[in-house]
């Protein structure tokens, strides 16, 4: 059974949150622009608008799993691990639930 009583566990662990919840807040965009909810945040909405919705979310997503592989590859740094719990609390409250939201009590 693993346990989280070690840094590298629990760095792992909020790795692969925050990388679970790229993905996730990826798919309730997508699914919300496909049922005509617009994109609050400004750089997705450009990003969509310049080379479509798909693959507008899909390139912003790319750059941010990137940019979490780049935080989790610096793991020995002491911001890291309260950055990764920092960012997991963002993009739940302020990404994920939201959608979640929006897409019930949005009509399909």
């Known amino acids: 059974m693993a346990t989280l009583s070690t840094p590298l566990a629990r760095l792992r662990a909020?790795?692969?949150?925050?990388?679970?919840?790229?993905?996730?807040?990826?798919?309730?965009?997508?699914?919300?622009i496909s049922r005509g909810v617009p994109e609050g945040n400004p750089l997705?909405?450009?990003?969509?608008?310049?080379?479509?919705?798909?693959?507008?979310?899909?390139?912003?997503?790319?750059?941010?799993?990137?940019?979490?592989?780049?935080?989790?590859?610096?793991?020995?740094?002491?911001?890291?691990?309260?950055?990764?719990?920092?960012l997991a609390v963002t993009y739940t409250f302020l990404a994920v639930v939201p959608w979640t939201v929006i897409l019930a009590n949005t009509p399909r």
């Open 44 to 86: 997705v909405a450009l990003a969509m608008s310049s080379i479509g919705p798909m693959y507008g979310i899909a390139s912003v997503k790319a750059l941010a799993v990137c940019l979490l592989f780049l935080v989790y590859q610096r793991r020995e740094h002491p911001v890291v691990e309260p950055g990764l719990i920092s």
């Open 14 to 32: 909020l790795f692969l949150a925050n990388l679970s919840l790229q993905f996730l807040d990826g798919w309730v965009t997508y699914a919300g």
